[in-house]
Structures are given as C-alpha cells and as structure tokens.
C-alpha cells in the first residue's frame, strides 16, 4: 500500500492494480491544496490507500514559477520518499508561502522568470532546501534538481497537457477512473465521489 511510482505525468501512491484510481491535481501554492491535504490525506491513507481499494496519483498544476519550483523539490530524491515531501511541502505552506508573497518585487520577479537561478533563489529565500536537508538530502543534490531545465520543461508539459485534456480550470481538481469530478474542489467532495463510487448496486439487497 506504500508503493510510490513514477507515472508519465506524476507519481502514483498504492498499489498499481487498486480497485479504483483517484488523479489529484495538485498546486503547492494554493491553500485549498494544503487544507484538503490536511483534511483528507490520512483518511485516505487509513481507508482506502492502504487496504488497497484506492491507489492515488499526484500530479503538479503549475499555476506559477513558484509551483514549478516546488514540484521539481517534490520530485528531487528517491521515489519511495515522493509522498512524504510532497505533504511536507503542502503541509508547511503557512510557513513559506506568507514569506514569499512578502519577499522585495526585485526577488518575486527575478522568481517569475521561472529559469534556474530563480528557482535556486526562491528555494534559499524561502528555506525549501532546508526542509529537504532535514530529509537527508544533500544542498549539491537539491541543486541539481532545480538546475535541471529538462525536468522543469518535462513538468510544464505534463501540466498543460492535464489543463487541456482535463478542462482543469481550478485547484485542486480531481478525476476518478479517469474522469473528471466535475464541481469537485475539496476533500468532502472527493470523499462523497468515492463513497458513491464504492456503494453497493440498488438492486443489491433486492429479494427477487
């Protein structure tokens, strides 16, 4: 149940062959990302991920250069170790994203170029590459990541591809089994879908 896969477009969390298949389109820097992580990330865990019914597959919605910087931290390590610095980084927003949006206009631009040597400051500025030291990373490795144009196009690609194939128009947004949940911004939505998805048929208890 603690399986964690690359897939083409973010990382899986559960077993590949779950019962059913909940797609999370996810930006760091919104709150209500952060608060449906927080409201339903364990009960996921306890419920659905790890007896297997439900696996999970997180992928970035990048809204700003910020969220690019984020996904490619995310992304810098093991796979095994993706879920973890994934909720980190969501679970830590009210402490980073309030320095960011008070850091100089000089320094927020310099970040909205979205190239190297601004996600590299953006992540020193605002003590992203501290939290991933604390996880055993080294500040060469980190760099590394956020240096790699490659990965950063990779993620971009990935993210426009959702938004057109997905409609995504808000975040966080959600499909199951591949579809869309239409309406669906917040973790009560997301646990009616899979209540409704896991519900008996009608005609289950039907005598005749």
Request: proline share 5%; glycine share 6%.
């Amino acid at each position: 149940a603690n399986t964690v896969e690359r897939t083409q477009r973010g990382h899986r969390i559960g077993k590949p062959d779950a019962e059913a298949q909940l797609t999370e389109f996810i930006s760091y820097t919104c709150s209500a990302c952060a608060n449906y992580e927080r409201q339903g990330g364990s009960t996921l865990d306890l419920v659905a991920v790890d007896p297997g019914k439900v696996s999970i597959e997180v992928r970035p919605f990048i809204r700003n250069a910020l969220d690019l910087t984020i996904a490619m931290l995310a992304q810098c390590g093991d796979v095994a170790g993706f879920k973890n610095r994934h909720r980190m980084f969501l679970y830590s927003q009210g402490e980073w994203l309030p320095k960011a949006r008070q850091a100089p206009q000089s320094q927020q631009i310099a970040w909205s170029r979205g190239d190297a040597a601004g996600r590299l400051n953006a992540a020193r500025a605002l003590d992203l590459d501290d939290m991933l030291v604390q996880r055993g990373l080294t500040m060469p490795q980190i760099n590394a990541c956020l240096a790699n144009d490659q990965m950063a196009q990779t993620i971009m690609v990935n993210s426009n591809a959702d938004r057109a194939e997905f409609a995504i128009d808000a975040t966080p947004s959600f499909a199951l089994d591949g579809s869309k949940l239409d309406e669906v911004y917040s973790w009560p939505g997301v646990a009616m879908a899979l209540q409704a998805r896991f519900a008996p048929p009608k005609d289950a208890f039907d005598s005749n």
